[in-house]
């Protein structure tokens, strides 16, 4: 697994000075944007989800994944590595955005506590990591291309299902509203098993898509 | 034995491989055929990339589809058209091979490198055709693996560097234990690399020879209507109609030449044999 990361992470240094331009962009946006503090948190934290996807395709190009299944790497310990390479890269960004979030807002707002952001970031980061968790099986059963293309169809269905939902039932979600605010500790523990197993259950359809698929 | 397919099959929708092949310790064997004869598809069930619908597929004693990460240290492998991301230059897949053979030698690998004109710093994408098929013979050699599997590795390659990676082929099997398995189009680079080859055309195999029994004892007969009327075709492995008469396979050079000396004999070459089994007929 050492090597595939080795090789992801040297892929990314060579993208190196297009993501020190998308930080800097980032920066000024905030810089312009006096009430914006999350704005890197989701900016970042998205961008390297869609970095950890487009390795594959680096992977990809020209049949190289089977070339990589020759090495010294199994298709599970493959699998693995993009899970964690994707928890590091995405996890790392999450951090650093949150740093910069709560730098702007202290200097903004000396008063407010930097902990005010964490709901948002918290969000961005399970919205994003969980969009990447879930490409990734598609991604390896229908290529890079059309994976992509399928997660895009899968968030538009979610996005109508959720806005019919809340047409339909109004007042229901406003009570589901009112009860989450009142055990909000249980939902946030019920929310990160959801989110744990969410993940599970990617990692272990993409190794059975790996294990199944011919080069 | 290394490599064994046995009764292998691999089915798709228009093409059916059913092949048996085995390469032993210390040999180099090479697999002939015209394209889309299903060479690509027995290297790719070899090396564990498609998966055999019957039949077994086992490399260094295992199922080609159950080696593991460290079974794998011992086997090295080029195919057509693919290696590392051209966005990696050789000097970033250094640590990658490092990290994953505890045998890769990268001094060594450097110092061929150098030799071979691959720069370190430019992004493999930039690499010619040939430079690319050089860096790829280049690290399957670069951890002392026991086996290669070689798919077309001096394709794209030039007659001085083809030349170049035949020799560095040939000092890999210097220690006797190691073993090849390679394809080529060009019959002359197998010819002079290879105990023995298959020759395969439509997912079959049609023939298995040692190289040296191919050029000692195989030849061409062309001859008349008349000549071949009168032949005796008991060591005629193949015919085909030609505008002056006929041209015949025989793996008995010497039978034919004692018995009929005014026939016209050629000695068998790889294409030749190529040529007369795929597009020849029954004697």
């Not at chain 1, 902990?115 to 390896?140: D, E, H, Q, R």
């Not at chain 2, 240290?73 to 994953?100: C, H, N």
């Not at chain 2, 050089?134 to 002392?144: E, F, N, P, Q, R």
């Not at chain 2, 032949?231 to 004692?258: C, F, N």
């Amino acid at each position: 697994m050492k090597g595939l990361m080795i090789k992801d992470w040297k892929l990314l240094k060579n993208q190196g000075r297009f993501y020190a331009v998308i930080v800097i962009f980032a920066l000024i946006i905030m810089i312009a944007n006096e009430s914006g503090y999350t704005f890197a948190g989701y900016y970042l934290t998205f961008l390297a989800s869609l970095f950890t996807l487009s390795t594959f395709s680096y992977d990809e190009e020209n049949g190289g994944t089977g070339f990589l299944m020759t090495l010294p790497a199994d298709r599970k310990t493959y699998v693995k590595e993009k899970f964690l390479f994707g928890i590091l890269l995405t996890g790392g960004s999450w951090l650093v955005s949150c740093l910069l979030s709560a730098v702007f807002l202290m200097i903004r707002k000396p008063g407010e506590s930097p902990l005010s952001l964490m709901p948002p970031m918290f969000g961005f980061l399970a919205v994003f990591s969980l969009l990447l968790f879930a490409a990734i099986p598609m991604i390896l059963r229908f290529g890079p291309e059309r994976g992509r293309l399928g997660l895009v169809g899968v968030i538009g269905i979610a996005t109508l299902l959720l806005i019919a939902v809340s047409r339909t039932a109004g007042g229901a979600a406003e009570a589901l509203g009112s009860v989450l605010t009142r055990y909000t500790a249980i939902f946030a523990v019920i929310a990160v098993v959801l989110y744990l197993a969410v993940i599970l259950a990617c990692y272990r359809i993409s190794v059975r898509v790996m294990e199944k698929r011919e080069f | 034995m290394l490599v064994r397919l046995h009764e292998a099959e691999k089915r798709y929708d228009s093409f059916c491989l059913q092949c048996s092949l085995e390469v032993r310790e210390g040999y180099v064997t090479g697999l002939i055929g015209p394209n889309g004869a299903g060479k690509s598809t027995a290297f790719k069930m070899i090396l564990g990339l498609v998966y055999p619908d019957a039949g077994e597929a086992s490399v260094l004693g295992k199922p080609a589809r159950s080696l593991t990460a460290f079974d794998k240290e011992a086997v090295g492998a080029v195919l057509p058209g693919t290696g590392f991301s051209g966005y990696l230059s050789v000097r970033d897949i250094l640590p990658v091979l490092k990290s994953m053979y505890r045998d890769f030698q990268e001094e060594e690998f450097v110092k061929r490198c150098e030799q071979f004109g691959l720069p370190l710093d430019k992004k493999i994408k930039e690499f010619s055709t040939g430079m690319k098929a050089k860096l790829k013979v280049l690290t399957a050699i670069s951890h002392k693996a026991k086996l290669l599997v070689l798919d077309e590795p001096t394709a794209g390659l030039d007659v001085i560097a083809r030349d170049q990676i035949l020799d560095l082929l040939r000092e890999y099997m210097m220690p006797g234990d190691r073993s090849i398995l390679v394809s080529s189009h060009i019959s002359s680079d197998l010819e002079g690399l290879c105990d023995d080859f298959y020759l395969i055309d439509g997912g079959k195999i049609l023939l298995h020879e040692e190289t040296d029994v191919l050029l000692e004892s195989y030849g061409v007969l062309k001859m008349t209507e008349e000549q071949y009327r009168t032949l005796d075709r008991e060591w005629i492995l193949k015919v085909k109609k030609e505008p002056y008469g006929y041209s015949a396979l025989t793996g008995q050079r010497q039978y034919y030449m004692e018995n009929y000396p005014e026939i016209t004999m050629e000695k068998g070459s790889m294409d030749d044999v190529i040529m007369m089994m795929v597009q020849g007929g029954q004697a």
